[in-house]
């Protein structure tokens, strides 16, 4: 019985895995087809002659690779400025002893429930209001830092001993050098962790994006896709091929850190 239970699930798994995986599969494929290929009933799936001509008929027609630069600019630099302000938030909350700590932990907590689509418009009054709009200031300022992310190390941090801290201070280094030297080397796989993901929430970003550049020159990936696809009209194989361009550099990235963003999860998750 116990033998037919495994078979059973290993099935449902392989079916499961094929049914999640031939979206982006025939993805990759149809944008290495001809338009008689990409739009044939029934649909090929397979292409006769791999068309890497597509490829270069995307770049022609929309400035991707503009878009390219882009996203990667405005990925790092919200990549970099939520590691920064998470480590030192959380660790203000786990190593600092100051008045209304619990109360500011509480207000953070609270934050969390509050969807992020009933702030956007206040975001993007804030934004007008400065007269920042189409700008990269835009796409950057509302996202330097992340409540969610500070009370994820936050709840990592709190598995390091306090010792280490209280004995970096008896040897007369500052918060900052404890920090550098001795809590951003133990909590690697959490940053790690934190970094990936705000890197790929980044690169993901379509609604902001929409509403903050109306210019061709501060568009995102997701952003320009979205445009290339109404321009295109019926194009529907050089479609598959930039939306491949937008999605192939991520999945690189996540495949190459998986096992750091796997690592820094399953720790947490057992220090919490």
Do not use: C
Not at 37 to 43: G, H, K
Not at 124 to 140: F, W
Not at 159 to 173: C, L, R, W
Not at 214 to 225: A, D, P, Q, T, V
């Amino acid at each position: 019985m116990k033998k037919v239970v495994t078979i059973v699930a290993l099935v449902f798994l392989v079916v499961l895995g094929i049914i999640t995986l031939f979206p982006f599969v025939y993805m990759i494929l149809a944008g290495l087809m001809t338009y008689s290929e990409a739009t044939s009933i029934p649909p090929t799936i397979i292409p006769e002659k791999f068309q890497w001509a597509n490829y270069a008929a995307v770049f022609s027609k929309a400035p991707f690779l503009q878009y390219f630069i882009n996203t990667v600019f405005v990925s790092l630099v919200t990549t970099i400025a939520t590691l920064i302000t998470s480590v030192l938030a959380s660790f203000a909350l786990t190593s600092l002893e100051f008045r209304f700590k619990g109360l500011v932990v509480g207000i953070m907590v609270s934050l969390l429930m509050v969807p992020y689509e009933s702030i956007i418009f206040t975001n993007y009054n804030t934004i007008a209001k400065m007269g920042l709009l189409n700008s990269y200031m835009a796409l950057i300022i509302p996202f330097l830092t992340s409540i969610f992310y500070i009370y994820y190390l936050n709840s990592y941090l709190k598995g390091i001993s306090s010792t280490f801290y209280k004995a970096a201070k008896i040897d007369g280094a500052s918060d900052l050098e404890y920090i550098w030297r001795i809590l951003v080397p133990m909590s690697r796989p959490a940053l790690v962790t934190v970094g990936i993901l705000t890197f790929i929430s980044s690169w993901n970003s379509f609604l902001w994006p929409l509403l903050v550049t109306n210019e061709k020159k501060y568009r995102l990936l997701n952003n320009g896709l979205a445009a290339f696809t109404t321009e295109s009209g019926s194009d529907v194989h050089l479609q598959m091929a930039a939306a491949t361009l937008t999605v192939i550099p991520i999945l690189i990235i996540y495949l190459i850190f998986r096992k750091e963003i796997i690592r820094g999860v399953a720790k947490n998750g057992i220090k919490g």
